[in-house]
């Protein structure tokens, strides 16, 4: 197993969802997550893959971390409006 770090791992979950390979993308995502739990930009980019990939109660999971650990991210508040919406 490599030594990656959250910061590589979310690096290559972003090419990977690039490349239009979302699922690639969530698994980078959650082996970051699992180094670093308190990243909001991790939670946000596992809520945004997971969006897409049609996973709306996840989606909501992680957009609200984001609000926990860094409650002025607008976009978090304004995307958990959007899964919401979408949830019904």
């Known amino acids: ?3 990656e770090t959250p910061e590589a ?8 969802l690039a490349q239009g390979d979302p ?3 969530k698994s ?3 082996q970051a997550l699992a180094l ?12 945004a893959t997971n969006f897409l990939l049609g996973d709306l109660e996840g989606a909501a ?3 609200k971390e984001v609000i926990r650990l860094d409650p002025t991210r607008a976009a978090a508040h304004v995307n958990l409006g959007a899964v ?3 949830l019904g």
């Open 1 to 3: 197993m490599s030594a």
């Open 28 to 30: 980078y995502y959650l």
């Open 61 to 63: 999971y992680h957009f």
């Open 23 to 25: 699922r690639q993308a």
């Open 36 to 47: 670093a739990p308190d990243s909001p930009d991790c939670h946000y980019g596992l809520a």
């Open 84 to 86: 919401y919406n979408r």
């Open 9 to 16: 791992l979310m690096r290559q979950a972003r090419q990977a």
